[in-house]
Structures are given as C-alpha cells and as structure tokens.
C-alpha cells in the first residue's frame, strides 16, 4: 500500500513515542523517528521496525539544534509532526528548571521555526493533566483552570500558549494539544514499553521493578487521602489506547485550529487498585508499605474524556487488566 505520507515523530523512541509510530504506520503513514537519546534506548527504534514488519527511519538529532532540524525537514516532505519530545521528570525540573525550560519550551521554539521554513502546518503536541495543576474540581475537563505546579508543568503550559500565538498567525496552521492522564502498559507484542533508567519516579515501573524483585517494597505516599481506600486515585490510561488517539487527532487536524483535548478513561483507580490487579493478573506479590504523602501529590486526577469522544471519536478501549498484563509482559520480556 502506498503510504500517505511522512509524519515527524519528535521522542519517537520513547515510551509514547514508539507506541504511536507504530499506530502511525498501521493507519498506513510513514513515521520518520527524531531523537537524541537522552532518555531512551537506540535499539527502540529497530524494535519499532520488528513490531511494524519494516525498518523504520530515525534521525538522531536535538531538536534545538536548528540546522539539524532544518536537514530533517528538508530530507523528505513532513505532512504534519507530533511533538513528542521532552524531558518529563517533575522532581529533576525542580532540581534544573532552566534545563527543563532549555529542552522542553526553546526546544519547541527551533521546531516551529523549522517547521515554518518548510511549509509545515500540523502539528499534534504532548501536552499534559499537568497544566490543570492541583484539581479544583472532579472529573477534569478542558475548561479547568490552568496553573503550573512545578517547572516541568510551567513547561506544558507555556508550549501550549506557543502554540496559541503560532496558531493564531496563520489560518492555515492546525494544532492539537493532547493532555494525556497516566499513560502506562506496554506494547501487546511486548516489543516496546516503559523502560525508565534508575529508580522510578511513576507508579507502574516502580510497581513492576519490585515484583521483579528488583526493589525491596512499594512505598505507597499516604493511606489517609480522602478516597475509597486512603490511597491517591489517578486516570490510568493504556498507552495503546493513548497512541490511536494521536492518530485519530492527526487525522482530523484540518479541522482544529489549537485543540486541547484530554486522553483518559475517565476512571479513577488507586494505588491498591493498581497493586491488587497487578498481583491478580501476573501471579506475582508486591511487597507495599503505606508511608508519607509525597509533596504536591493531589488526592485523586481524572478526566473528564467526553471531549475526544465528541471531537474525536476516540475513547479507551483496554482496562487496568490489561495495562498490569502489558506492562509485566515488556518487564519479562525484555532485556531491561
Ligand atoms: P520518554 O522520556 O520515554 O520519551 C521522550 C523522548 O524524547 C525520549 O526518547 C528522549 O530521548 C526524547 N527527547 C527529549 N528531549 C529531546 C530533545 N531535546 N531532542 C530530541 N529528543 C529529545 O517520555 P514519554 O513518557 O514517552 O513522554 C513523551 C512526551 O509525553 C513528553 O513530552 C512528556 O512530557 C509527555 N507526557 C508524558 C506522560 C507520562 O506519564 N509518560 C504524561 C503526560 C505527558
Ligand atoms: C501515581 C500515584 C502517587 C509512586 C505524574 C506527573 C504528571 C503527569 C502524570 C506527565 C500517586 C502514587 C507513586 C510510588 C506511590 N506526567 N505513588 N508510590 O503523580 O499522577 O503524576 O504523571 O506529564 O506531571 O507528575 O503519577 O505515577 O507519580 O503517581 O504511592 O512510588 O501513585 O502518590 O497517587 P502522578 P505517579
């Protein structure tokens, strides 16, 4: 079959990043992968290749090095670009706010740039439940109010009024922010997943080092929030489900002109939840401890998901027994 064209996967080896080129490529595009590996692993891009049945394209480069950008862009015409790309770890942006502001907002800025010297017009952004900042009000939908937390939020939300202004110069630019809740699971090939380096900031990895035994016990931050088990509720949602909905968003592009829309379930599921499921469906224990709150957690995060049902027709299918099958099967599996 004849491909519809090129997509630039800015990230596209990480964790979401790999799972969208590969529904990228079953709804018949061509993903051309760009990244500089900070955060994940060169041989990513060869798996992707084996998940897809062809050899996938990468492009290692920053995305703030403007002429490597620009040869990007000028090897092979780009019908849009998803804009993966960025560091995501809350507590190293407190520790380095100017590295994270460097990476994730001037690096933006080079992207656009290069995007306008070529004619580039679409563009589908990884934006974040972050931007909602502490919830004010259950379940979250686009019209919370906005606030950052933390640098790495300042980071989403100042993307996404980049996006605003380069939407605003030209009728002809289309743009979709995506605010993901918590993607976690693994590919169903068990080919690419989560493989974060050192001890875990999120709960899935964490959840799934220990039942490997790799970590002593889960500590859970805090057994007296006011949910129906005292444990922090969040929106889990599969990165599966999370990839199609980047390809419905491109697909409809041309009728947005700067969407913000949330990718969840819906459901909120506490720390117990995802622990009892993992131990229920794997076969396996996760030794847990109930400590302190962490600080700047929130109670419970979920979406409100009726939007990208409406403007997208897009709604999660899998649930959280497939996301612990998933995630523990890439644990398994593979050599990490
Ligand atoms: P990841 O760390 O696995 O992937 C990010 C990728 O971007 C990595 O491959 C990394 O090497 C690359 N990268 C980072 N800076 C770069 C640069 N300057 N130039 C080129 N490549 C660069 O993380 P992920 O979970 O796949 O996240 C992807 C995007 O989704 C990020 O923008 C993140 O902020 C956003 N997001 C993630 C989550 C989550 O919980 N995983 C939730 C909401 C939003
Ligand atoms: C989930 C739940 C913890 C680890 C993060 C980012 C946010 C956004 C979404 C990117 C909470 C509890 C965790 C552990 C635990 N990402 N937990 N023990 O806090 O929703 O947000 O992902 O944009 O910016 O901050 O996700 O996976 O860290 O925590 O008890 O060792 O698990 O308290 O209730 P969170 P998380």
Known sequence: MASRGSI??????????????????????TPVLLDN????????????????????????????????????FGSTPMHAVIHLAGLKAVGESVEKPELYHDNNVRGTEVLLAAMDEFGVRRMVFSSSCTVYGMPQRLPIDESHPLGAINPYGQTKLDIERMLDRWADACIDRHVCSL??????????????GESPLGIPNNLMPFVVKVAR??????GVFGGDWPTHDGTGVRDYIHVVDLARGHVVALEQLDSMHHDCINLGTGAGLSVLDVVHAFERVNGVKVPYAIGPRRAGDAAAAYADASLAEQR?????????????????AFATRSAC
């Open 37 to 72: 590996f900070c955060t994940s692993e060169r041989s990513v891009v060869a798996r992707v290749g084996e998940v897809v049945g062809a050899p996938v394209r990468c492009i290692e480069a920053d995305i703030r090095d403007a002429q490597a950008m620009r040869a990007a």
């Open 8 to 29: 630039l996967l800015t990230g596209g080896a990480g964790f979401i990043g790999s799972h969208v080129a590969v529904e990228v490529a079953a709804a018949g595009w």
């Open 312 to 328: 997208l027709g897009w709604r999660a299918r899998l649930g959280l027994d497939d996301m612990v099958r998933d995630a523990w």
């Open 179 to 192: 605010r993901y809740f918590n993607p976690v699971g693994a590919h169903a090939s068990a080919l690419i």
């Open 213 to 218: 035994g790799e970590l002593p016990e889960l």
